[in-house]
Every structure is written in structure tokens, then in C-alpha cells.
């Protein structure tokens, strides 16, 4: 519903994020980003979103978790729920001569769609009138002549009718909120995102007998599991042991591995990964997160498992995400007089981009990752060469 661009206060680049997210995708954009901890300062700017009419009405402060929380909340409403809602951000941005709205009154507009109605058609104040009028809104007096319905202003009629219920035009009709505004949420009962207690999560059901999927018939079973974990899931499912199921469903909270996952076959290993990654600390998790990012996208479960062995040999310098900030980085580790006019004038790009082919370190959406032996990340995958693979042929 919404896309917004997260920047950390000093930082070259901002990092996408679609909403409504998952805690652990709230949770990755940060790492992304750099914001570490809540002493980091950074914006939110609401860049796009479903609804073309909201970007403009989102302030600048508005809060990422409040977002994704009011993106939620639209990603669930029905047309005309939506239809509503557009109508009370109209009538308050005609109170306001367009003033943002706060992000916790946006979310309380999606509670109150139940007090809307919604003349749909109509455009205008005349088709407003005509309207009220021919339904028998109590807008003129009782027991007119006929004769005397064509001697109406119709239109002053509906600009009245309009002006006393704050109605407003939309591309759908004329919308009117007739009710109190909900106050059911508040921005002091905001809650952060956690992280998750499982590292995957995955749907299995029996494998189907015929040519119908059997995805109606699922049990959810979160990895790292323990034995009775496992055996309580088939046990949902009539299953008697792994062999004899399939998944339809699989989620990962490190990105990278969320479609690395194609066989049950593999669980064996996918809990022996899973119980790794969640022994992991914050940073480790960063870290592993980088490599798997240097990594080929066609990466694999079992190598995934041996990446997660090696990441004492890796490390990430959050500060720095493009190859001249590299070369301030490691430039500012020298005592270098004039050192701000040395960046100024100097070609930090090129001379960071060379630094990085020379010491085969990899550029992440988590920062800069280099090795601490010298190795990359697909030398400890030990994949062969194609010019290896055709020899052995």
C-alpha cells in the first residue's frame, strides 16, 4: 500500500521499503539502512502509494512503525472502506487548506468507516441536490406541488446540504461522515517490531493424492523445532514422517533465504541452519546477512549451512556503503593534514573502487564486507570454475 525510502542522517543512499511489512522486513530495512540503535536520527519519506491522493496528506515526521501499522490496516479495507476513507482524508484536508494529516488520525479513519455514506455518482452540487431531493432527504418543505419541483435550485439545494454535513466530492461520489471519529488507536500504545522466534517458517501438508493441491490441509511449523515439535506437527496432519509431505508455503526471516528452500528432504539441515542463525548476536546476524548478499543468488541450504560456520572470518563496516566512502574510511584511520580538503578534491570513487578489487572486498546492502583472511565469500563456497568443470568432463 505504501512505499517508503528510509535515510539515516548522513548516509549517501536510502533504502527502499514496501508496507505493510513484516516485523523481521521492518527489522532488515534498518540493518540496511545503518540505524543500529534509537539514537540514530533518520527520515521517512512516503514515496509512492496505491492510493495516489495520500503521499501529499503523510507529514514529514511521520513514524515507520505507524506507517506499516496504517499500511496494514488499508491493505484489509474493502473498496468501499477505501472509498470512505479517501472521502474523511478530503474533508479534512478542506478543513485544514491541506494540511498533513497525523498518522495516528489516518489510522483511527480506518476504524471509522462504519459512520460513512457514499451518494455514489454523484459529482456536484446540483446532482447532489437532485439527489436529496428524489430520495426525500428532509431538504425542502413537506407536500410540494409538482409544478413546483422544477423551480428549484437544485444546486443551491445540495451546496446547503453539503455545507452543513462537511460532505466532500470524490472521483467516486459524494462522501459524508456522520459519526464521531474513532479513537481506538493511540500512538502511545505504539509497539516496536520484535524479532521473530523461529528463522523459518514453513506450511506442510500431505502429499496430494491427485492433481488438486492440498493446501487446505496445513499445519505451520517454525525451524529451529525440536523432536516432539516435529512429530506434534505430522501428528496434525496424518503424516508419519517427513517423507510423505510437501510445503506450500515458506518464509524466512534472513531475505536472502527465503527461496533457497526447495525440498522437505533438506529439513534436516534447514533446522541445523535455523538453530545457528538464532544463536546468532544482532551483529552476527548482520554480518551473515552481508555474505549471503555476496553470495550467488543461487545459493543453496547446505552451502548457506557452511557460509554460517565461517563468519568469524567476516566483517562489515556499517559506515560505509559505496566505494568513496570506503576510501574515507579507511583514509581517516591516517593522520592526514588538511584531510577535508584532501576529500574535496580527491577521486575517492575511484581510488575507493580500487581498494575494493584489491582486497576482493564486496559491496552490500549492509555496508562494505571484507575478510579477515582474504577469502570471499564464493572462494568459501569452493564451487568450481566452469573452466575447472570443463576439464573434468
Known amino acids: 500500500m505504501l512505499e517508503v525510502y528510509l535515510l539515516k542522517q548522513g548516509a549517501p543512499k536510502a533504502v527502499r521499503l514496501s508496507l505493510p511489512a513484516a516485523d523481521f522486513a521492518l527489522l532488515d530495512a534498518l540493518d540496511k539502512a545503518g540505524i543500529t540503535n534509537e539514537r540514530d536520527i533518520y527520515s521517512v519519506e512516503v514515496a509512492n502509494s496505491k492510493l495516489d491522493y495520500l503521499p501529499q496528506f503523510i507529514p514529514d515526521t511521520a513514524n515507520l512503525y505507524e506507517l506499516n501499522i496504517l499500511a496494514g490496516q488499508l491493505a484489509t479495507m474493502s473498496q468501499w472502506e477505501l472509498d470512505c476513507f479517501e472521502g474523511m482524508v478530503m474533508m479534512d484536508s478542506v478543513k485544514t487548506e491541506y494540511a498533513p494529516i497525523g498518522v495516528e488520525r489516518l489510522i483511527n479513519m480506518t476504524h471509522s468507516t462504519g459512520d460513512c455514506q457514499i451518494a455514489n455518482g454523484v459529482f456536484d452540487d446540483e446532482q447532489l441536490g437532485r439527489f436529496y431531493v428524489e430520495n426525500d432527504f428532509p431538504v425542502i418543505p413537506d407536500n410540494l406541488p409538482d409544478t413546483a419541483y422544477d423551480l428549484l435550485n437544485y444546486e443551491e439545494i445540495g451546496k446547503q446540504a453539503r455545507s452543513a454535513e462537511g460532505g466532500v466530492f470524490t472521483e467516486k461520489g459524494y462522501v459524508v461522515h456522520s459519526g464521531e471519529m ?212
Not at 508419519?240 to 533438506?266: M, N, R, V
Not at 547446505?302 to 556499517?318: D, N
Request: net charge negative; with cysteine.
Open 182 to 393: 474513532s479513537r481506538q488507536y493511540s500512538s502511545e500504545n505504539l509497539t516496536f517490531p520484535q524479532k521473530p522466534d523461529y528463522v523459518f517458517l514453513l506450511e506442510i501438508a500431505t502429499l496430494p493424492q491427485g492433481d488438486e493441491p492440498n493446501d487446505k490441509h496445513c499445519v505451520v511449523l517454525t525451524l529451529p523445532y525440536d523432536d516432539e515439535t516435529l512429530k506434534s506437527a505430522l501428528h496434525q496432519i496424518g503424516a508419519d514422517g517427513i517423507e510423505g509431505c510437501c510445503f506450500y508455503k515458506s518464509e524466512s526471516t534472513i531475505p536472502q533465504l527465503s527461496d533457497a528452500f526447495g525440498f522437505l528432504e533438506d529439513i534436516d539441515q534447514l533446522n541445523e541452519l535455523s538453530n545457528i542463525i538464532k544463536g546468532f548476536s544482532k551483529e552476527q546476524t548482520c554480518t551473515y546477512k552481508a555474505m549471503l548478499d555476496a553470495a550467488p543468488e543461487d545459493i543453496t541450504i547446505p552451502e548457506a549451512l557452511e557460509l554460517s560456520t565461517q563468519i568469524q572470518s567476516f566483517s562489515v563496516i556499517r559506515e560505509a556503503a559505496t566505494p568513496d566512502e570506503y576510501a574515507k574510511h579507511q583514509l581517516s584511520k591516517y593522520c592526514i593534514e588538511l584531510q577535508e580538503e584532501l576529500f574535496a578534491c580527491a577521486n575517492l570513487e575511484r581510488y575507493g573502487q580500487k581498494l575494493i578489487e584489491e582486497k576482493g572486498i564486496a559491496m552490500t546492502d549492509y555496508g562494505v564486507l571484507w575478510s579477515l583472511d582474504g577469502q570471499t565469500v564464493e572462494q568459501c563456497l569452493n564451487r568450481d570454475s566452469p573452466a575447472m568443470r570443463m576439464e573434468m568432463k
